[in-house]
């Protein structure tokens, strides 16, 4: 897990999701987030940032002993992504459900992934797996005082 001392909120209707560096790329992170306000969530924290190495690394850190591991946080910090705190209620599975699935090839219709993914690594965009987790991964990004 990502290191951070502090205390943990989890909220039911919060979760992190981000525009990742394909779709920063591509220059359809407005027409994404234009689709998250579309679909009834409300953006409490919104960032643009360009990761490190390490600090995709960390985010990460779960999935360490993947084979795609070195694949997925070169890709993560090859350029700016879009950090978002988003509410809604049932945030989690909402905005997963949103996404679509993590191969854009098995993606429902009308989900970010089916539209604007290129392969199962390139895929638009993440979004938080448990409410446990979106709490996690909202502190490794946002301070409180930049949630709104
Ligand atoms: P999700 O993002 O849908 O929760 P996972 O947590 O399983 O999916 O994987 C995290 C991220 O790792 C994926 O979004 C994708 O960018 C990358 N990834 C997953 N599986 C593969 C794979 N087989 N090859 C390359 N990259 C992958
Ligand atoms: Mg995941």
Request: aromatic share 10%.
């Amino acid at each position: 897990m990502p290191a951070y001392a502090g205390p943990i909120y989890i909220m039911s209707n919060l979760t992190f999701g981000i525009i990742k560096p394909d779709a920063v790329k591509k220059g359809v992170h407005g027409t994404i987030i234009q689709r998250v306000l579309d679909n009834g969530f409300k953006i409490r924290g919104m960032k643009l940032i360009h990761q490190t190495r390490r600090q995709a690394e960390g985010f990460y850190e779960v999935h360490k002993e993947r084979p795609f591991f070195g694949e997925l946080t070169e890709f993560m910090s090859s350029g700016p992504c879009v950090v978002m705190v988003l509410e809604k209620e049932n945030a989690v599975k909402a905005w997963r459900d949103l996404m679509g699935a993590t191969n854009p090839a098995e993606a429902d219709e009308g989900t970010l992934r089916k539209e604007f993914a290129s392969s199962i690594g390139e895929n638009a965009v993440h979004g938080s797996d448990s409410e446990e987790n979106a709490a996690i991964e909202i502190a490794y990004f946002f301070s409180k005082l930049e949630l709104v």
